[in-house]
C-alpha cells in the first residue's frame, strides 16, 4: 500500500477513536489540574486550541502545532482561580536547523494555604499544596502540509508533606490545508503514569484524546474553532461523548485588536449549582498587539454562580 499524507492523516483518527471506544473508566485519577486550560487566548475560545497553528501555546494542547510557527516565539501568563488559587504559565518553541522544532511549557498552580487538623480536629497550623508540569517537546512536517509533535511531561504534586511524581507522553497531528484556509487536529494527552504515590494508593492519570477543526472563513475575519474534549472517557452509549463539544470564534478588528469567544458544553453542566446554570461554560477575551513583536491576551472564563476564572498572557515574537 503507498502511504500518503492522507492515509497517515486517516489512520491516525482511526487509532484515535478506537483507543477512545475501549478505554476504561478513571475514576480515581490524580493531577486532575491538567484538565485546565492553560494561557489566555486558548482559554477565551474555551479550550478549543487543538487544531490552531502559529502559536507556542499550542505545546499545551497539541504538540504539532510546534510545526507551524513562523518565527521564535514564547510566551508568559498569569491565572487567577477561586479565592487565594493562582497559577502560572510559560512557554518557548523555536526551529532548529533542519532537525525540526523544539519547545517547552511549563504549568504551576498553587492552591494556597489551609488549616491542618488532626483527628482530634486540633489545629496543627497551615498547610500548603501545588501541582507543576514540565513539557519538553519536539514536532517537524512531512510534506509540507501533515505535521507532527511529541512532548514528554513530567509532573510533580504535592499536599502537604506528602508528594507525588508523575510522567506522561503527548502526541499529536495537525494537517493543513492552506487553500481552503482550514486545519484538522488530534491529540493524545496524558498518557502516561505515576511513578511515585503520595503514600501508598496508585491513581491513574486523566488521559485526554481531543479532536478539532479551525476554518477560517473567506468573507470575514472570523476564524472558528470546533474540537471535542475529553474522549477517553468511558460512557454508555459511544456517542455520548460528543457532548463534550468545544466551540470557539477569533475575530479580527484591525491589524492590532483580536476579540474572542467560546463555549465548553463539559464546563456548563459541571458548573451547574442547584437548578441554575448562570453563563457557566462560556469564555471571552481579547488581544492586543504593540511594538511589533509583543501582543497581551486577556481570558474570562465564567464558572456559573461559583465565579470567574481571569488569564493574561504576554506572547513575544522573536
Not at 501545588?130 to 510533580?156: C, E, P, Q, T
Not at 507525588?164 to 481552503?180: H, I, K, M, R, T
Not at 486523566?206 to 474522549?231: Q, Y
Not at 464558572?303 to 504576554?314: D, E, P, Q, W, Y
Given at each position: ?17 478506537f ?51 513562523s ?5 508568559v ?33 498553587n492552591y ?40 514528554v ?84 452509549k ?21 476579540l ?13 449549582t ?19 513583536n ?11 454562580n ?13
Amino acid at each position: 500500500m503507498i502511504i500518503t499524507k492522507n492515509n497517515l492523516f486517516k489512520a491516525l483518527l482511526v487509532a484515535v477513536f478506537f483507543a477512545a471506544n475501549l478505554s476504561v473508566a478513571q475514576q480515581q485519577n490524580t493531577y486532575d489540574f491538567l484538565k485546565l486550560n492553560v494561557d489566555a487566548r486558548s482559554s477565551a475560545m474555551a479550550g478549543s486550541f487543538v487544531s490552531m497553528e502559529n502559536d507556542v501555546n499550542a505545546i499545551f494542547y497539541n504538540p504539532a502545532g510546534l510545526a507551524t510557527l513562523s518565527n521564535k516565539q514564547a510566551s508568559v501568563g498569569f491565572f487567577k482561580y477561586l479565592m487565594d488559587i493562582n497559577a502560572g504559565n510559560a512557554s518557548y518553541s523555536q526551529k532548529y536547523k533542519d532537525i525540526g522544532f523544539f519547545g517547552a511549557g511549563i504549568r504551576y498552580i498553587n492552591y494556597g494555604t489551609m488549616d491542618k487538623y488532626d483527628e482530634n480536629y486540633q489545629n496543627q497550623g497551615t498547610f500548603g499544596a501545588s501541582d507543576l508540569a514540565l513539557s519538553l517537546g519536539y514536532a517537524n512536517v512531512y510534506k509540507n502540509n501533515f505535521n507532527y509533535g511529541a512532548n514528554v511531561k513530567f509532573i510533580y504534586s504535592s499536599i502537604d508533606e506528602y508528594s507525588s511524581v508523575g510522567l506522561a507522553l503527548d502526541l499529536g497531528a495537525l494537517y493543513v490545508f492552506p487553500e481552503q484556509k482550514l486545519n484538522l487536529g488530534v491529540s493524545v494527552l496524558n498518557l502516561g503514569t505515576q511513578v511515585k504515590k503520595y503514600i501508598s494508593t496508585a491513581e491513574q492519570l486523566p488521559l485526554d484524546i481531543r479532536i478539532g477543526m479551525t476554518k477560517s472563513l473567506e468573507h470575514l475575519p472570523l476564524t472558528v474553532n470546533l474540537g471535542f474534549a475529553n474522549l477517553a472517557n468511558s460512557y454508555d452509549k459511544f456517542f455520548d461523548r460528543f457532548k463534550n463539544i468545544i466551540v470557539g470564534g477569533e475575530f479580527i478588528l484591525n491589524d492590532y485588536v483580536l476579540l474572542r469567544v467560546g463555549y465548553n458544553n463539559v464546563e456548563r453542566q459541571n458548573f451547574k449549582t442547584g437548578t441554575s446554570l448562570g453563563i457557566s461554560g462560556f469564555s471571552a477575551g481579547f488581544g492586543i498587539k504593540f511594538a511589533n513583536n509583543y501582543k497581551l491576551d486577556y481570558a474570562f472564563n465564567s464558572l456559573g454562580n461559583i465565579g470567574a476564572a481571569h488569564r493574561f498572557n504576554l506572547g513575544f515574537n522573536m
